[in-house]
């Protein structure tokens, strides 16, 4: 059994193996509703033989306390579509995905049961709400100061209604 023989059995890189399998294949991971239910799956390759997996991983930067990280958030594990990054890098705010729940396409925004556009932004690793807004361009823009990607300064304030 080509699990008893490649050296990798009981390691974290062996383990990172199991936890892509488990989120693309099993059912009832708590998180195979972000990748399995999506149609996300492992390279074959990296599937029936975890040593190739393991040691692409090493060859690539894998070590302990980096995460892997799909490039394309839609696309496979695959080698030309996973890189290693820290914990930091990999929770950055232009990583953040769109909740399924999400009507307005934007990250942390959301329309009120009061019809204006709520803004979020995470700031120091935690939520904050930024305000309520008449538009979704508002909204965005409040957003994306508040988190520093942009500065405030061109092309005037947000109209915040709150």
């Known amino acids: 059994c080509y699990m008893r023989t490649h ?25 195979y509703r972000w990748y399995g239910a999506r ?13 190739s997996f393991c040691d692409w991983a090493i060859a690539h930067g894998y070590k302990a306390g980096l995460e892997i990280d799909r490039i394309d958030v839609d696309g ?6 996973c890189q290693f990054v820290t914990h930091k890098e990999n929770c950055a705010p232009n990583k953040r995905r769109l909740r399924a729940t999400n009507k307005t396409g934007e990250r942390n925004i959301c329309f009120s049961k009061h019809g204006k556009f709520e803004a979020y932004a995470y700031i120091n690793g935690k939520q904050k709400y930024i305000g309520a807004y008449r538009t979704l361009a508002d ?14 300064g061109e092309g005037g304030q947000c109209e915040r209604v709150d």
């Open 7 to 31: 050296g990798y059995k009981g390691t974290d890189v062996y383990r990172l193996w199991g936890q892509i399998v488990t989120r693309c294949e099993n059912p009832n991971a708590k998180s």
């Open 39 to 51: 149609g996300i799956t492992m390279d074959d390759t990296w599937r029936s033989d975890p040593k």
């Open 76 to 81: 496979n594990y695959t080698p030309n579509n």
């Open 139 to 152: 909204a965005v823009k409040a957003r994306d100061i508040a988190e520093g990607s942009i500065h405030d």
